[in-house]
């Protein structure tokens, strides 16, 4: 069988932690031996790679083509112009990534179906391109695409369309199901596939060598994720004036760096805040396993990869109940949820899990319940059934 994945989530040897998600589970279907895939992951046109531009920069410096970890790359460029990006992007996308596709086809690879993931602009355009090409499409949707995206009108509206001319819908939680459904997709088409998490590659390490080489004293916060808003780690930064003698370490970078930097300084934690900046995957068992808690306060989730990702590093979680999280957090191996989403419940939910840790080897093994073993062969009988 053969499959044409496609998504502007997919990670690129310039920005290889992007979207990790999309590739870990095409690795994990590749890996059955029944599936083949081409990848075109478009990349927004920039005129320059001077490094000025930041993040701009990368997508110039980004190559037309490229084998991540074994697989076929291709990075057809789309414009996104200003002020009408948001609304003319499926369509651009579209037409910027048929060249692609056609030369695809024309070399031989005669793709049986089209894996989209991220529903909007991504799986809308997937959808134009399923109906140009003649090709079933199968959509998956993330997180953000629905929870927040869907709640514009025009998002809305084309998301629901590509849904119902879709062959099928993947959402990776009950809860993204749900509210796929409050959207107005039929529930009959949705098939709820979660992610899963690679033990072998997150597994407890030596935690006291490891907070040796970080340096840290004490108890130990870590968050893994993007700085933006919706992560909350403002919550958490807040919650550190009630935590005494305990280090929080943000992982990742952002939008709102400077302005958590500000708020740490505010709150007068600034010497308990480390901006840790970007890491890569290799380099996150590190993190976890050194940590006593991954605080994740986020106002809306799909399925929080990074929760699992502790938790095989033997690292229990505190989490906002949101989206996927309790089909997550569903012992008290795993950690805790708390709500509402104050400062003062977080502080407290913080407290309570320290005082009396979960064992350590108890929370991987939790972890370890989350393999990709039954959402790969749950991909495998969703394509043989709509490609036969």
Partial sequence: MRLLTFSTLYPSAVRPGHGIFVETRLRHLLASGSVQSVVVAPIPWFPSSHPVFGRYAAFARTP????????????????????????????????ACSGSMRRVLA???????????????????????????????????????????????????????AARGADAVIAVSQALKRSLELIGVDGSKIFVLRNGVDADLFRPLDRKAERVKLGVDGRMLLSVGNLVELKGNDLVIRSLAALP??????????????????????????????????????????????????????TREGWPNVLLEAMACGTPVIATRVGGTPEIVTSPAAGVLFEPRTAEVLAGAVRRLLECPPDRDDTRRHAERFSWDETTQGQLDLFRRIVG
């Fill in 245 to 298: 003698e305990t280090t929080l370490l943000l992982v990742g970078d952002g939008p709102d760096r400077s302005r958590l930097e500000s708020l740490a300084r505010d709150v007068g934690v600034t010497q308990r805040v480390r901006f840790v900046g970007s890491v890569a995957q290799s380099e996150l068992p590190r993190y976890y396993s050194a940590a006593d808690a991954l605080v994740l306060a986020s």
């Fill in 107 to 161: 070399r031989g690879y005669q793709f049986d179906a089209i894996d989209a993931h991220y529903f909007y602009p991504d799986g809308v355009a997937a959808m134009l391109l399923g109906r140009h090409f003649g090709k079933p499409v199968v959509i998956t949707a993330r997180g953000s695409d629905i929870n927040q995206i869907a709640q514009h009108p025009i998002p809305r509206r084309s998301i629901i369309w």
């Fill in 64 to 95: 037309r083509r490229e084998t991540h970890h074994g697989i076929e790359v291709l990075h057809p460029r789309y414009p996104l112009p200003p002020k009408i990006g948001m609304t003319a992007a499926p369509l651009l996308l579209a037409v």
